[in-house]
């Protein structure tokens, strides 16, 4: 077979690019399978296949199409759109994430110089920008699952891959949740292990640094990453409470307002430890935090999460309070103030929460009672206006 030119379609390929628009599967599944179709076949425009099913926003038709060998990283397209640039345009996270996973490049940029993540936040969808920003592959951490030169053992037992890039790939930087990661992974909880694992992440964070297309965003949370495993592994260390002890610090909040001062210093001070203090992101980040007196709006977390994953709007009232999962529904049924993602994390906030719960229902009964004589004196308003307009009619 010949290498596809631009609109240069048998029937078949032409049927073949109707039927993804239609999101016909099974059809398209029976399309590929003829010899006069070519999974990485181009129309006039030079998209491929995949591009149209992944700009449809078509997770069954991109997975089809990958099976049958759709390469990710063509770049024919007239203004050097790839298929990654049109999954994050259509929104759809689980579509970015296949093209990530089958090895889309992330830097590649378009005619207009934008790569794939600007593409996404240029047309507001910050969800698909937050997937591409924390990419980071398996393979780029089972590099050091491998002994590299003279090595005669490699920086990162194999068995830690797993776990690791799990703590990784996580969106949610609450350092409760990371710690929630190492900790239900035996392997992980271990101080050498953690030891090793950190060590790797700092290795990681200085490649994104000295590589030619610098990635800060990445470096910087490998780099957060570190701290969170290096403040683990003292914890095994000095511990008795071990990671338990640490989760309990990390959300012990103050008398005054419960405000969580253990966390905010800790996150505080990984931002300042980044080793390389030319970075603009780090400066970004400095400017944004040090003018705050802690207990106040940003935290340093929303700051950083902000700057890593793009997600905006962070402190909403859907994120649990003790890991800071997103789609948390269960309020504490006294002061109705606090929300959490499940009984586990309700449970075990309580012994810091219910030193302020009381003093937060109050606060909320006061302000429903203010509410409600707002809203009275509002509607007394309006009957006697109404009142005024029908006596004028009259
Ligand atoms: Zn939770
Ligand atoms: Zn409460």
């Given at each position: 077979m010949s290498t596809p030119k631009k609109g240069d379609l048998s029937p078949s390929e032409k049927e073949l690019f109707q039927v993804i628009s239609a999101g016909n599967v099974q059809e398209a599944s029976r399309l590929l399978g003829c010899k006069d179709v070519r999974v990485n076949c181009l129309d006039e425009y030079g998209m491929t296949p995949l591009m149209h099913a992944a700009y449809k926003g078509k997770a069954d038709m991109c997975k089809l199409l990958l099976q049958h060998g759709a390469d990710v990283n063509c770049n024919e397209h007239e203004h050097g759109y790839t298929a990654l640039m049109f999954a994050g345009l259509s929104g759809k996270t689980d579509i970015t994430w296949m093209m990530l996973d089958a090895g889309a490049e992330t830097d590649v940029t378009n005619s207009v110089g934008r790569t794939a993540a600007q593409m996404a936040a240029f047309v507001g969808q910050h969800d698909c920008v937050t997937v591409i920003n924390n990419y980071f592959s398996r393979a780029r951490l089972d590099y050091y699952t491998k002994p590299q030169g003279l090595e005669k053992e490699p920086k990162l037992p194999p068995k830690l891959a797993g776990p690791l890039h799990k703590v990784i790939m996580s969106t949610n930087l609450n350092p409760v949740k990371l710690v929630m990661l190492v900790k239900e992974n035996p392997?992980?909880?271990?101080?050498?292990?953690?030891?090793?694992?950190?060590?790797?992440?700092?290795?990681?964070?200085?490649?994104?640094?000295?590589?030619?297309?610098?990635?800060?965003?990445?470096?910087?949370?490998?780099?957060?990453?570190?701290?969170?495993?290096?403040?683990?592994?003292?914890?095994?260390?000095?511990?008795?409470?071990?990671?338990?002890?640490?989760?309990?610090?990390?959300?012990?909040?103050?008398?005054?307002?419960?405000?969580?001062?253990?966390?905010?210093?800790?996150?505080?001070?990984?931002?300042?430890?980044?080793?390389?203090?030319?970075?603009?992101?780090?400066?970004?980040?400095?400017?944004?935090?040090?003018?705050?007196?802690?207990?106040?709006?940003?935290?340093?977390?929303?700051?950083l999460t902000q700057a890593i994953t793009g997600q905006v709007g962070f402190m909403d009232a859907e994120f649990c309070t003790t890991c800071g999962e997103k789609g948390a529904e269960k309020r504490c049924s006294i002061c109705k103030m606090v929300i959490y993602c499940g009984q586990a994390c309700q449970k075990m906030h309580w012994f810091t929460h219910k030193k302020v719960c009381k003093k937060l229902q109050e606060e909320r009964e006061k302000q429903e009672v203010e509410a409600a004589r707002l809203r009275m004196q509002q509607s007394k308003g309006d009957s006697s206006s109404n009142q005024k307009t029908k006596t004028k009619n009259i």
């Open positions: 392997l992980l909880a271990e101080v050498e292990a953690l030891d090793k694992s950190r060590r790797v992440m700092e290795l990681i964070c200085e490649k994104c640094i000295k590589q030619q297309d610098m990635n800060e965003v990445l470096a910087m949370k490998m780099h957060y990453i570190s701290c969170v495993l290096g403040k683990c592994a003292s914890f095994l260390k000095d511990r008795e409470d071990k990671l338990d002890g640490l989760i309990k610090s990390l959300l012990k909040g103050r008398d005054s307002d419960g405000f969580p001062v253990f966390q905010e210093k800790f996150i505080r001070e990984c931002i300042r430890k980044f080793p390389y203090c030319d970075a603009t992101l780090l400066q970004q980040l400095v400017r944004s935090i040090a003018p705050v007196d802690i207990g106040n709006d940003p935290t340093a977390l929303s700051v």
